[in-house]
């Protein structure tokens, strides 16, 4: 597992895994991964379709637990503690509640941190903004391209200034210009609050964006540069 130096809380340990596998029944989809995320991080994890990135991502966030191996967040807590406020996730499929608009879509993860109303709906209308979508904050998920709505869900992931941002395909609906834009906004939050970011992507474009490069193939973790 590659060693890494933490040099006060910007450099914070919030995921260490080691030899984490998960089986969905005889299939397995992930094969004795070990990694570190650290603050600041900015993580492309390439690899084909069912290559396990998908798989990797859920474990990383806590939303599945490892059938092997261990996983630790040493700076955020226990997985219980995690979501909805210190890591943040953008799925590859389609994740809006269909009754909520794109602004209270956006607004609910600071609603259930028990943010009050009108500040929760001013800060989802930045982040709405800040992704071109203020035009759209009143429409439904159904009114939406996809595209469209897949930029509220990022908007959604960013309104809690989380620590940790796990996205999964986040540009797969997009075209070029708004895949760069996207990434151009994920980056500048990250910056901002110190957050770590990890993309899972086929994109080599997309990765280009990152400082680092972990490569996924039949399960199996690898990296550039970095021995894991």
């Known amino acids: ?47 084909r379709s069912g290559s396990g990135k998908s798989t990797l991502l859920h474990l990383l966030g806590g939303l599945t637990p490892p059938t092997g191996g261990q996983i630790r967040w040493p700076a955020l807590g226990s997985a219980e503690t995690l979501r909805p406020g210190q890591v943040s996730f953008v799925f590859q499929a389609q994740s809006l ?16 941190l028990g943010v009050e109303r009108g500040s929760a709906l ?26 469209q709505a897949q930029r509220v869900a990022v908007a959604r992931a960013l309104v809690t200034d989380p620590l940790l941002i796990l996205a999964d395909e986040p540009t797969g609906q997009l075209d070029s210009h708004n895949a760069q834009h996207l990434m151009d906004v994920l980056c500048s939050a990250c910056e901002q609050s110190g957050a770590a970011l990890v993309v899972a992507t086929h994109d080599p474009a997309i990765a280009q964006r990152l400082t680092q490069v972990w490569q996924m193939s039949r399960g199996v973790l690898g990296a550039d540069g970095v021995a894991i």
């Open 97 to 112: 509640l269909a009754p909520l608009t794109a602004l209270e879509n956006v607004a609910l993860p600071l609603l259930l």
């Open 122 to 147: 001013l800060r989802a209308a930045y982040q709405l903004e800040r992704l071109g979508l203020d035009t759209v904050q009143h429409q439904l998920p159904e009114e939406l391209s996809g595209g």
């Open 1 to 47: 597992m590659a060693e890494r130096v933490a040099s006060g809380p910007l450099a914070a340990e919030l995921v260490v895994a080691e030899g984490l596998s998960h089986r969905y029944g005889q299939t397995v989809a992930l094969a004795f991964a070990s990694c570190v995320v650290v603050r600041r991080d900015r993580i492309a994890l390439l690899g």
